[in-house]
């Protein structure tokens, strides 16, 4: 699972700096730069406030930093194929 990179990627989207955007989710920009480096893990409060404020459901973040590797290998064949589809319908409604 890779969020930080989601989260990282997202924020640059919308235009918003790593300072404006920690101000935003009430969080310090140290703080959120180790999130997005995946060097530190958020608990649920804060991932809730990231992600409200990049204005994507939680679940949607979670879905987005899936890896291969985060499947279970019975099941991997089918996340890869639907993942592209899924990822696509997500990034054209919610422009991530």
């Known amino acids: 699972m ?3 990179k989601v989260i990282k ?13 920690a101000l935003s989710c009430k ?3 140290t703080y959120l730069s180790q999130i997005e480096n995946n060097s530190k893990e958020p608990n649920l409060s804060t991932l809730k406030k990231i992600s409200e404020n990049l204005d994507i459901p939680l679940p949607i ?3 987005m930093s899936l890896n291969e590797e ?8 089918a996340f ?3 993942n592209p589809s899924v990822k696509s319908l997500i990034n054209e409604f919610f422009r991530v």
């Open 2 to 4: 890779n969020i930080g």
């Open 70 to 77: 985060d499947i279970s290998p019975e099941k991997r064949k």
């Open 80 to 82: 890869e194929i639907i």
């Open 27 to 29: 969080i310090t920009q």
């Open 61 to 63: 973040l979670f879905f």
């Open 9 to 21: 990627d997202t924020r640059k989207q919308k235009g918003q700096t790593q300072t404006e955007f």
